[in-house]
C-alpha cells in the first residue's frame, strides 16, 4: 500500500468514526414533540406546581428522566416536568395534524384525509350554517379559562392540598 | 466460487433486511414503518399504477392510526355543538365557575390526559341526569346531574368520571370504527380516480374532496352524538372508566368514596326505562358492587366542602 493510499484509508476511517460519535451524540438526546395548544413546565411533578415555562404544539423539548406520568424536561435551557400526556415520541405525528390544520396536505396520507382539521370544520360549518352560532357559543365557553392562582385558591379554601395539585 | 459467495450474500441480506425492519418496527409507534415504506415507493413510482396503489397503502395506515389531540379536538367540537344544539347552557355565572373549578381540582390528578385546548365543564338547564362528555375534553352535565350529589366530593365524582372517558379515549374509540368506514370509502375513490388529481394539485384536496370529507365528517360526528346520547359506552368501559375515576378522586385529595354514593343515590332513582344517563349507563348498584374496595375511601375536608357546595346550590 502506497502513504497515499494508506493515508486515505486513515482518513476514511477517521471520518466513520467521527459520524458514529456524532450520531451516537444525537441518538442520545432523546426529544419529545409538544401536542398541546400550548402547556406549561412546572417546577415540580404536581400539576398546579409553579410554571417555569411555557411550550407550544410543535415545540420540540428534550427528555431527561421519566417518571410517570411525568417528564422532566429541558426547553430553551430551563428544566422542568411535562405531563407525559403533552407530548408525543413521534415527530411526523405533530406536523401532520398542525399542518393538516392550516389547510396543508404535507403528505399525501396527511389527516387532512380523514377530516378532522381546521379547515375541514370550516367547510363544515358553511355546509350547516344553522350550527354557526354554536359554534361561536362553543368558543365563547372555550375562551373562559381559570388561572392557577384561582385553582390554587379554590384548593385550599377546599383542603384539597394534599393530593397532586402541588 | 463466486456463484457460491452470491447465492450465501442473498440470504444474507435478506436476513439484514428483516432484522431492521423487525428493529424498525419495534422503534415505530403504529403503522409509521408500513407508511412511511409505502409512501417511498409511491414517491419513487409517482405517476405509475404502481404507485397509486402504494399512496393507497400508506392511506390504509394513515386511517388506523393514533388520533393526535389536535384531532381530537376538532372532533370534540363538532360532537359539542351536536350536544349544544339538543341542551341549553344554564346560565348562572356563579355556579359555571363553580363546576369549573371543581373540575380543574379533579384534573389535579397527574394520571388524568391533557387535552389540545384543556377541559371545559358546561352546566346544561332541565333536571334530567345527564352526563356526558367528548373527546378533546367537553364536558358536559345537566342541572338535574349536578343537584342529584349531596356534596362536592360527589360532584367531582361525576366529572372524574368523564374525564376518564375523556383520557381513555372511549369516544375515539367509538369514532375510529366509523372512521375506518369513511376512510375505505374516500381510499377506495382515490386509488381509483382522485389519486393523480390529487398529485397534480400538490397534495390539497380539491373542492369535490373537501365536499365528500364534510359530509363523511358531518356522518361521522351524528354517529358519535348517537352513541354518546343514545347508546352510550359498552358496560366494561363504563366500569374502566369508574375505576380510573376513583384514583383521580383519591389523587386529588377528593373522598373516593364518593363516586360509590353519588351511584348509590342514583339507584333509588333507576326505572327500568328511564331518560339520560339511565339510558346510557349500567345499573347503579351494579357499578358500585363492580368498585369493589374502590367504593371505600374518605378524604380530609369533606364538610367543609359540603357547606361550599350547598352555598352555591343554594342549600346553605
Same mark, same amino acid.
Do not use: C, F, I, L
Given at each position: 500500500m502506497t502513504w497515499k493510499a494508506s493515508f486515505f484509508v486513515r482518513a476514511a476511517a477517521a471520518a466513520v468514526l467521527l459520524l458514529t460519535i456524532l450520531s451516537v451524540v444525537a441518538w442520545a438526546a432523546e426529544l419529545r414533540y409538544v401536542t398541546e395548544r400550548e402547556a406549561a413546565i412546572r417546577r415540580?411533578?404536581? +400539576? /398546579?406546581? &409553579?410554571?417555569v415555562a411555557t411550550v407550544k404544539e410543535k415545540d420540540v423539548v428534550e427528555l431527561l428522566e421519566t417518571a410517570k406520568p411525568w417528564i422532566r424536561v429541558s426547553f430553551k435551557g430551563v428544566q422542568g416536568w411535562l405531563n @407525559?400526556?403533552?407530548? +408525543?415520541?413521534?415527530k411526523d405525528f405533530v406536523a401532520s395534524s398542525s399542518e393538516a390544520a392550516r389547510g396543508?396536505?404535507?403528505?399525501? @396520507?396527511?389527516s387532512a384525509e380523514r377530516g378532522f382539521n381546521e379547515k375541514t370544520e370550516r367547510s363544515y360549518i358553511e355546509s350547516k350554517p344553522e350550527l354557526g352560532a354554536i359554534y361561536e357559543l362553543l368558543a365563547e365557553i372555550q375562551n373562559k379559562t381559570y388561572p392557577d392562582e384561582k385553582v390554587l385558591k379554590f384548593l385550599e379554601a377546599g383542603k384539597l392540598t394534599g393530593g397532586g395539585a402541588r | 466460487m463466486t456463484q457460491a459467495r452470491t447465492s450465501r450474500a442473498v440470504p444474507l441480506l435478506f436476513l439484514l433486511a428483516a432484522a431492521a425492519g423487525g428493529l424498525g418496527l419495534l422503534y415505530s409507534p403504529g403503522c409509521k414503518l408500513v407508511e412511511s415504506t409505502a409512501d417511498s415507493i409511491a414517491g419513487a413510482t409517482s405517476g405509475t399504477p404502481v404507485g397509486t396503489v402504494f399512496s393507497g397503502i400508506a392511506r390504509t395506515a394513515e386511517s388506523f392510526r393514533d388520533y393526535s389531540l389536535a384531532e381530537e379536538h376538532y372532533i370534540g367540537r363538532a360532537v359539542a355543538v351536536q350536544i349544544l344544539s339538543q341542551y341549553k347552557v344554564k346560565e348562572d355565572e356563579q355556579l359555571k365557575e363553580y363546576v369549573n373549578l371543581v373540575g380543574l381540582a379533579v384534573l389535579?390528578? &397527574?394520571?388524568?390526559g391533557k387535552t389540545f385546548s384543556g377541559y371545559h365543564f358546561i352546566v346544561l338547564e332541565g333536571e334530567e341526569i345527564q352526563v356526558v362528555s367528548t373527546p378533546g375534553g367537553f364536558v358536559f352535565i345537566t342541572e338535574g346531574a349536578v343537584k342529584q350529589a349531596k356534596d362536592e366530593d360527589e360532584l367531582a365524582a361525576v366529572l372524574a368520571h368523564e374525564i376518564a372517558h375523556v383520557t381513555l379515549k372511549h369516544g375515539i374509540g367509538a369514532i375510529k370504527a366509523a372512521t375506518r368506514k369513511k376512510s375505505a370509502a374516500l381510499l377506495v375513490q382515490g386509488v381509483g380516480q382522485g389519486a393523480q388529481e390529487y398529485s397534480r394539485s400538490g397534495g390539497n384536496a380539491n373542492q369535490q374532496q373537501l365536499a365528500e370529507l364534510t359530509a363523511a365528517f358531518g356522518d361521522t360526528v351524528q354517529d358519535i352524538a348517537g352513541q354518546l346520547l343514545?347508546?352510550? /359506552?359498552?358496560r366494561d368501559l363504563e366500569l374502566e372508566a369508574d375505576k380510573a375515576a376513583a384514583g383521580y378522586l383519591q389523587s386529588s385529595a377528593y373522598a373516593r368514596s364518593a363516586l360509590a354514593s353519588y351511584l348509590r343515590g342514583l339507584a333509588g332513582e333507576q326505572k327500568s326505562e328511564g331518560s339520560g344517563w339511565f339510558n346510557t349507563h349500567p345499573p347503579a348498584n351494579d357499578r358500585v358492587s363492580e368498585l369493589g374496595e374502590l367504593a371505600t375511601g374518605e378524604a380530609p375536608g369533606r364538610a367543609v366542602r359540603k357547606q361550599r357546595f350547598l352555598g352555591i346550590l343554594g342549600g346553605g
Open positions: 415540580d411533578k404536581m +400539576t /398546579y406546581s &409553579p410554571r @407525559q400526556s403533552s407530548v +408525543t415520541a413521534d396543508v396536505v404535507a403528505t399525501e @396520507q396527511s | 389535579a390528578a &397527574p394520571e388524568a343514545v347508546t352510550g /359506552y359498552s
